[in-house]
């Protein structure tokens, strides 16, 4: 059983930067899909960024501001988030999973990313971005 938790959420303003880990306690595989997501009261979660090996996808959103990364010897998933703005504030949630077995790669990677359709997700970690 994979189990994920997010930390590093708080308040910031304008133009300023938060770093989010996500701690994970086992791993779905020796290459495990990545992702983070967030989402408001209200809208459905939306995705942020996906990681799966050395290649990662970015929402347009955030290009150029978030940086998403994962420190093997530590286990966690990182979302070095830069430049903040009020929109980006949210509750933000890592998830993990294999890739789909007739979609292997970093597409079956964005495959999950699209539905999404993680089988392990992360409590969340709230932001807000303070104008």
């Known amino acids: 059983q994979v189990q994920l938790m997010e930390s590093g959420g708080g308040s910031v303003q304008t133009g300023g930067s938060l770093t989010l880990s996500c701690s994970a306690s086992g791993s779905p595989s020796s290459r495990p899909c990545m992702a983070w997501f967030r989402q408001t009261p209200g809208n459905e979660r939306e995705g942020v960024a996906a990681l799966y090996g050395v290649k990662s996808y970015y929402d347009r959103s955030v290009t150029g501001r978030f940086i998403i990364s994962q420190d093997n010897a530590k286990n966690t998933l990182n979302l070095q988030m830069n430049s903040l703005k009020p929109e980006d504030t949210a509750m933000y949630f890592c998830?993990?999973?294999?890739?789909?077995?007739?979609?292997?790669?970093?597409?079956?990677?964005?495959?999950?990313?699209?539905?999404?359709?993680?089988?392990?997700w992360g409590q969340g970690t709230q932001v807000t971005v303070s104008s």
């Open positions: 998830a993990a999973d294999t890739v789909p077995t007739d979609a292997p790669g970093f597409l079956g990677c964005l495959t999950h990313y699209a539905k999404p359709d993680f089988k392990y």
